[in-house]
């Protein structure tokens, strides 16, 4: 008979347990965010989309020499005068089909700011292969374009949506 009782007194407690962990948190405010209205902001070592810039980078070629999976590659500009390579990038793409955000272009980047880094952007869409491969140059926008092989010109990607953009919840 004690063993009865005693099983229902631990039942009833471990309820009581269940229920106050439930009135706390019921008075505490909602983490839920109305996306794609407000976005939260990652972390700060957050790994998202590469970006890149074209004036700041001197073509070492570090980053393209530290990728594992072989996703970089860039041209060094020439000066029409004299037809040498100067210390300045043509062109710079990324596969992000390749990509595996592993950071290493970003860590081996001596300029400073750093020409290559992961912003905090988290959206990244592709409705097709052609938008994987970004190409930044002069002049263009700091998320990159891709190239379109059926019409053969430069796109802006669609769909991307920079997180600085929409106004950032915090949580607290």
């Known amino acids: ?10 039942g009833a407690w471990a309820i009581t347990q269940g229920l106050l962990v439930t009135l706390r948190y019921l008075f505490k405010p909602s983490v839920t965010v109305h996306y794609p209205d407000e976005k939260l902001v990652p972390f700060e070592k957050f790994r998202g989309v590469l970006l890149f810039d074209p004036e ?10 530290a990728c594992p999976s072989n996703c970089i590659a860039l041209e060094n500009a020439t000066n029409p005068e004299t037809k040498k390579k100067i210390a300045k990038v043509d062109w710079y793409s990324i596969d992000f089909g390749k990509c595996n955000f592993c950071r290493l272009c970003e860590e081996s980047c001596p300029t400073k ?9 988290y959206e990244l869409v592709f409705n097709k292969r052609d ?20 019409e053969k010109a430069f796109k802006d990607p669609e769909g991307q949506v920079p997180i600085h953009s929409v106004p950032p919840r915090h949580l607290g």
Do not use: Q
């Open 113 to 121: 700011p750093k020409s290559v880094w992961h912003a905090l952007d």
């Open 131 to 150: 938008e994987m491969v970004r190409c930044w140059k002069a002049g263009f926008p700091i998320i990159g374009k891709y190239f379109d092989r059926k």
């Open 56 to 65: 700041t980078c001197i073509s070492c070629n570090l980053c393209v020499k």
């Open 1 to 10: 008979m004690i063993g009865y009782f005693k099983d229902v007194f631990s």
